[in-house]
C-alpha cells in the first residue's frame, strides 16, 4: 500500500470533519472521497473493538481494507473474475483474517449461472444484464449469506456492505435474520436496475425497517452514465421519497446498539443536506 492510499483509506476519513475532507485536493494528487462506508469506519475506530464485516460485492477490497487494517475479520464476495480485481485482492492472501469468495450471492442456492460484465464500467459486473453492453463473461455458483454463514460457523457480524449491482435485495431476503442482526448495514439501490427485477427501493427500505433498524436513505443524482461518478445529493430519514425518480444510492440502517448522533456527527457543517 502506497502513502497515497494510506492517507485516502485510513487517517483522513478518521481525523477530519466532513467540511474539511471536501475542500481537501492535496500535493499526493488524489481528491479525497467521503462515503458511506467511512460514517461506520470512523464509528467504530473510536470505539477501538474490531468486528466482523461481510462485504459482499467487494470490488477490488477498498471497502474492507481499512477494516483488514484495524484488525477484523472479513468476509468478502467477489465473483468478477477480472484481472485487476483479482489481483487487488490477492494482496489480502496473506491475512488469515480475511477471506474471499468467488461466488455470488443471491437468495437462493444455484449452480453454473451466468455472471455478466459490461465495458462501460468494472463496477456494475452482476447476476444481471441491465444495460445492452453487458455480455455473459462466466458462469459462477450462488450461495446465500444464510448458508455460507452456517458453513463457516460464523457467529456474529458487525458490518453487513452490499452493493452486487441489482441483487442487493436477494441477498439481504438470504439472510439469517433470526439468529442475528448486523449493528450496520450500507445496502445499494438503484430503481434503474431493480424495477426489471420486480421491486424498487421501497420494497428494500421497508424490508429494512421490518428488521428493526432504523434506516436512512443517502441518495446521489442520477448517473450520466456507468463508470462515472455522480453528486451526492443528501441524506434522509426512510421512509421518504426520492428526490429525482432516477436517483439512487445506499440505505444506511443502524441496530438499536447504535448512537445516531455519534454516527452522523461528522455531517454537521457540511454541504451535505441531512435531513433526521
Known amino acids: 500500500m502506497n502513502l497515497k492510499e494510506f492517507l485516502s ?45 461481510f462485504d459482499v460485492g467487494a470490488q477490488y477490497g477498498e471497502s474492507f481494507s481499512p477494516f483488514a487494517y484495524l484488525g477484523w475479520n472479513i468476509f468478502a464476495f467477489e465473483p468478477d473474475n477480472n484481472p485487476q ?19 455470488a450471492v443471491s437468495d437462493s442456492e444455484k449452480q453454473d449461472v451466468p455472471f455478466f460484465a459490461s465495458n462501460e464500467s468494472t463496477g456494475i459486473s452482476s447476476l444481471a444484464a441491465f444495460t445492452n453492453g453487458h455480455k455473459e ?19 456474529r457480524i458487525d458490518f453487513l456492505k452490499i452493493d452486487i449491482e441489482g441483487y442487493d435485495f436477494m441477498a439481504l431476503k438470504g439472510f439469517p435474520w433470526h439468529i442475528m442482526t448486523p449493528d450496520f448495514i450500507i445496502c445499494e439501490f438503484d430503481d434503474n436496475k431493480t424495477l426489471k ?13 421490518s428488521k428493526g433498524y432504523s434506516v436512512f436513505l443517502s441518495e446521489y443524482f442520477p448517473l450520466e452514465r456507468y463508470g462515472k461518478s455522480s453528486k451526492w445529493r443528501g441524506i434522509y430519514k426512510f421512509p421518504c421519497d426520492l428526490s429525482d425518480q432516477k436517483g439512487w444510492g445506499n440505505f444506511i440502517c443502524l441496530s438499536r446498539n447504535i448512537n445516531q448522533q455519534k454516527f452522523f456527527k461528522k455531517l454537521n457543517g457540511s454541504s451535505i443536506k441531512t435531513i433526521f
Open 9 to 53: 483509506f485510513y487517517l483522513l476519513p478518521l481525523y477530519l470533519p466532513l467540511r474539511y475532507i471536501e475542500k481537501i485536493n492535496d500535493r499526493i494528487g488524489n481528491k479525497i472521497k467521503f462515503d458511506e462506508v467511512t460514517l461506520v469506519l470512523n464509528y467504530i475506530h473510536k470505539t477501538k473493538a474490531a468486528g466482523t464485516m
Open 85 to 103: 480485481k483479482q489481483n487487488a485482492l490477492s494482496k489480502y492472501k496473506s491475512n488469515p483474517k480475511v477471506k474471499i469468495s468467488s461466488e
Open 137 to 155: 463473461i462466466a458462469r459462477t455458483n450462488v450461495t446465500t449469506l444464510s448458508r455460507f454463514i452456517e458453513k463457516n460457523s460464523v457467529h
Open 197 to 209: 427485477l420486480g421491486h424498487s427501493y421501497r420494497d428494500i427500505g421497508h424490508f429494512l425497517l
